[in-house]
Nanobody, 117 residues
Framework: QLQASGGGLVQAGGSLRLSCEAS????????LGWFRRAPGKEREFVAA????????SYRDSVKGRFTISRDNAKNTVYLQMNSLKPEDTAVYYC????????????WGQGTLVTVSS
């Protein structure tokens, strides 16, 4: 239902734009987010955006470098990543909250981002 894409190999300082398109159902009333799991580490929150786009949050280490956005008409959420660092290397997952549970109930399959130094 959530298909993430846009990952790849980039040099430090470079940029990537991740996309996550929903299919099979609409998530226009759901908060959407991005998470990541680096090798050997736990999954961590990266960014989230409310259904209206009016509330956005980021983890401290990506503030000022990453931008989350959404296009409800396209049922898609984006993560623009600039000034990438080797420590951003991870599998990035998109997720959607259930409108009733307000938990991250729906997950994409992940896309790998590798930042070389």
């Amino acid at each position: 239902q959530l298909q993430a894409s846009g990952g790849g190999l980039v040099q430090a300082g470079g940029s990537l734009r991740l996309s996550c398109e929903a299919s099979g159902r609409t998530f226009s009333s759901s908060d959407l987010g991005w998470f990541r799991r680096a090798p050997g580490k736990e999954r961590e929150f990266v960014a989230a955006i409310s259904w209206s786009g009016g509330r956005i949050s980021y983890r401290d280490s990506v503030k000022g470098r990453f931008t989350i956005s959404r296009d409800n008409a396209k049922n898609t959420v984006y993560l623009q990543m600039n000034s990438l660092k080797p420590e951003d290397t991870a599998v990035y997952y998109c997720a959607a909250q259930g409108t009733i549970t307000s938990r991250w109930d729906f997950w994409g399959q992940g896309t790998l981002v590798t930042v070389s130094s």
